[in-house]
């Protein structure tokens, strides 16, 4: 059973289209993150979900919208798609403080 | 307020050799601290963890860390390098108890040499 998974892995699109990226972990924990990764392997933490109530937002358009349906799931919607905003996304949970357990990215391209 | 600074953004070892990656912390509190790894494609995976017990932490793959308080580091060593072990390798601190921000370093590119 994959513990954390998301859906799709890859992702091709053009400017201006909106598209969505699901997440999904069945390992219990009660906090979802989503990061992004740009090419330089850096990882900056975007939003965070703890029991579906965002506990972090960082400093993102707000053209990323993320949505927490329950506490297994936690998605984002991104509108008005950027050259910029292409990156590999992570999805990630934890319980509390402890370690994170990663999903295996999403790579989105904007064309 | 939390940060880390990892020294080296590129790491060259011979096949065999020690392995050591460097990872600085500051915390005003009490800190968790966490090593991952990421393999090409995919995503970050624990390698270890310190989280206020032993300051000599065991992980997988052979790898080990230690936390020392007063130079603020927690380094991380594997004794023979292996070609596996070529990886991008991530520090993190978080602060201990209940939720916590975790706030990850900028990574180290291990290359393992033949």
């Known amino acids: 059973d994959t513990a954390v998974s998301q859906t799709p892995k890859y992702l091709v699109t053009q400017m201006g289209n909106d598209k969505s990226i699901k997440c999904e972990q069945n390992?219990?924990?009660?906090?979802m993150y989503w990061y992004k990764q740009d090419s330089k392997k850096f990882l900056k933490i975007m939003f965070s979900y703890n029991n579906k109530e965002l506990i972090i937002n960082e400093t993102v358009p707000n053209r990323f919208s993320p949505k927490s349906p329950d506490k297994a799931h936690l998605n984002l919607h991104i509108n008005s798609l950027e050259l910029g905003d292409s990156a590999v996304y992570f999805c990630?949970?934890?319980?509390?403080?402890?370690?994170?357990?990663f999903g295996p990215g999403t790579r989105l391209t904007v064309t | 307020a939390q940060s880390v600074t990892q020294l080296g953004s590129h790491v060259s070892v011979s096949e065999g050799a020690l392995v050591l990656l460097r990872c600085n912390y500051s915390s005003s509190v009490p800190p968790y601290l966490f090593w991952y790894v990421q393999y090409p494609n995919q995503g970050l995976q624990l390698l270890l963890k310190y989280t206020s017990a032993a300051t000599l932490v065991k992980g997988i793959n052979g790898f080990e860390a230690e936390f020392k308080k007063s130079e603020t580091s927690f380094h991380l060593t594997k004794p023979s390098a292996h070609m596996s072990d070529a990886a991008e390798y991530f520090c993190a601190v978080s602060g201990s108890g209940g939720y916590q921000k975790v706030t990850f370093g900028t990574g180290t590119k291990l290359q393992v040499i033949p």
């Open positions: 390992l219990g924990h009660d906090t």
């Open positions: 990630a949970s934890s319980q509390e403080s402890y370690e994170q357990y």
